[in-house]
Nanobody
Framework: QVQLLESGGGLVQAGGSLRLSCASS????????MGWFRQAPGNEREFVAS????????TYTDSVKGRFTISRDNAKNIVYLQMSSLKPADTAIYYC?????????????????WGRGTQVTVSS
C-alpha cells in the first residue's frame, strides 16, 4: 500500500510562489507515474500536472502552463509542484496521486493512490 503526504500549501498573495511536496512511502516510487490535481470549492477535482517515472515527460493543464512545474526526486521518493505567478483562480485543495504505471496520465480514474490534500489560498 502506498501512502502519499502533501505539504507546502498555505496563503500567498497573487503573483507569489509556493512549492508543494508529496512524499511517498512506496518502495517502488520510481516506477510510478505521478500527478497533481486540485479541487476548488463548488467545483469538481481537476487535473493539474503529471510526470512519468523518470521525470523526462511532463504534461500540464492549459491554465497552469508556463507558471507551474512538476518534478520528482526518486532518491527521496518526493514529487514537487513549483507554482509561480499565482492567481486567485488557483485557490484550491491540491492533491497528489500515484499510478502503478510509469507513464503520465491526466484522468483521475488512471490513478491508484491519493493523498489527503493541502490547501492553497491565493489572495488578490
Amino acid at each position: 500500500q502506498v501512502q502519499l503526504l502533501e505539504s507546502g500549501g498555505g496563503l500567498v498573495q497573487a503573483g507569489g510562489s509556493l512549492r508543494l511536496s508529496c512524499a511517498s512511502s512506496g518502495r517502488t516510487f520510481k516506477y510510478y507515474g505521478m500527478g497533481w490535481f486540485r479541487q476548488a470549492p463548488g467545483n469538481e477535482r481537476e487535473f493539474v500536472a503529471s510526470i512519468n517515472w523518470s521525470g523526462g515527460t511532463t504534461t500540464y493543464t492549459d491554465s497552469v502552463k508556463g507558471r507551474f512545474t512538476i518534478s520528482r526526486d526518486n532518491a527521496k521518493n518526493i514529487v514537487y509542484l513549483q507554482m509561480s505567478s499565482l492567481k486567485p483562480a488557483d485557490t484550491a485543495i491540491y492533491y497528489c496521486a500515484a499510478r502503478e504505471d510509469v507513464m503520465i496520465a491526466t484522468m483521475e480514474a488512471m490513478y491508484d493512490y491519493w493523498g489527503r490534500g493541502t490547501q492553497v489560498t491565493v489572495s488578490s
